[in-house]
């Protein structure tokens, strides 16, 4: 065998370097192609691609469910308050600016049940407190009583504790989750005779709807007398209703006086 000139194999060793050989194991090259098929290196079986399992699905919160076991669970109203404050399941804390619980005496004869914090009452965190409220507060005097009234004072709240965006109506969702709060507001309040105004707590307190019809019809609802009435803020857009408004309150403060 002849041997290589010395710039014959260097420049051999060039090309094999510039092929990409990185290092020489024997004297000579191998051609493994032409090995017997024993000596050839066996080729690893490829193993299956193991695909990742689905994800184990989160348990979903029943938010009605979940409303009624931290209204249970608080002994007083400011427990109360603070259960509302934590309760994370309804969307509309997210853009309100306060929560609005209550105003007026609690142990108050009367409790007044809204419908849903408007612009004004959102900013200041209590119910009535517009021009809806303003005119609830006169028809309140009207029959010697209010909310720092001393001897007929009311308590004041809503079925909503956070405003709806631009004021829209409730959806049963939102009411159905919520109910469960108004019910424990009512109880731990403990007041002796309920006031609904407007459909929204009539839906959620008497499973009721049709405020028209059902004004002025004393009914039960929570083991306590209810008298539902038309919504002060109705009573501004349609100022003829504030006769049967009228009424209401009288047949409320008959009830007062002989309570």
Known sequence: MESLEYHSALALLDWQIELGATEAISDAPVDCYT???K???PQKAAEPAVLPGP??????????AEARVQAEAAQDLQELREALAQFEHCALKRGARNLVFADGQPGAPVMIVGEAPGRDEDREGRPFVG???QLLDRMLAAIDAGRDHTRNPVYITNVLPWRPPQNRDPSPDEIAMMR???ERHIALAAPRVLVVMGNIPAHALLGKKGITRLRGQWTE??????LPMFHPAYLLRNPAAKREAWADLLSLQAWLADG
């Open 35 to 37: 090995l017997p098929e």
């Open 39 to 41: 000596l050839q290196a």
């Open 55 to 64: 994800a184990p699905a989160a348990a979903k919160v029943d938010p009605v």
């Open 131 to 133: 021009r809806a409220g």
């Open 180 to 182: 469960p709060f108004i």
């Open 221 to 226: 609802a929570c083991g306590l007398p209810v």
